[in-house]
């Protein structure tokens, strides 16, 4: 999750319409996998939703966690279709 902290660089922001949104024309769907055992869970999902939205980018559909702890089945086979 490191590499979604910076920003893009403005070497391939600086030719764009608003370079303060690089994303705006790109539309994104979050799935994360994780078990609630664990403090942080689905965090990573989380996190990159907020980035890719602050970057203009526009959701699809809600960020969606799926939970090893109670089977993921039930969370995955409606996301996917």
């Known amino acids: 999750v490191r590499y979604i902290k910076k920003p893009p660089p403005a070497t391939l922001t600086s030719s ?5 949104s690089p994303l705006e024309h790109v539309a994104y769907a979050v799935l994360g996998l994780g078990d609630t055992n664990y ?8 996190l990159i939703d ?6 203009g ?3 699809s559909m809600k960020v ?3 939970d090893e ?10 996301w996917l279709e």
Request: proline share 9%.
């Open 50 to 55: 907020k980035k890719l939205n602050k970057w």
């Open 69 to 78: 702890g109670t089977g993921l089945e039930q969370t995955v086979e409606p």
């Open 39 to 46: 403090d942080q869970f689905c965090e990573s999902a989380v």
């Open 57 to 59: 980018a526009q959701r």
């Open 16 to 20: 764009l319409p608003n370079p303060s």
């Open 64 to 66: 969606t966690c799926a």
